[in-house]
């Protein structure tokens, strides 16, 4: 069974700094290599994109919106992925998922393409 504990969420001031942490549990017979990825949700709005890591060469890719802020990095174990977000604003103000993907070679930015997901994390940034 596939188990994902994301933590690190809270509430901050505009201009703040906050690290959110995904710590995965992923049986062999599942997947032996994924994509990890993280999205957002905030109210009345869809889930979209924020930035995913590749299993081999751990590329990272990150959405406009939060590109040169956050930064997703991960443990050597692969265990565990980081979204280390500075210079927060209040339009980043949302509910933070990390996602699992089988696509493992790519940069998967699509949320159809992710087939497990953790309980989520709220973020909040006050102006």
């Known amino acids: 069974q596939v188990r994902m504990v994301e933590s690190g969420g809270g509430e901050v001031q505009s201009g703040g700094s906050l690290r959110l942490s995904c710590q995965a549990s992923v049986p062999g017979r599942t997947f032996r290599s994924y994509t990890r990825g993280w999205f957002r949700q905030a109210p009345g709005k869809e889930r979209e994109f924020v930035a995913a890591i590749t299993w081999s060469a751990g590329r990272t890719t990150y959405a406009d919106s939060v590109k040169g802020r956050f930064t997703l990095s991960r443990d050597n174990t692969k265990t565990t992925v980081y979204l280390q977000m500075n210079n927060l604003r209040p339009e980043d103000t949302a509910v933070y998922y990390c996602?699992?993907?089988?696509?493992?070679?790519?940069?998967?930015?699509?949320?159809?393409?992710?087939?497990?997901w953790g309980q989520g994390t709220q973020v909040t940034v006050s102006s």
């Open positions: 996602g699992i993907s089988p696509n493992a070679g790519a940069e998967v930015t699509w949320r159809v393409g992710y087939d497990y």
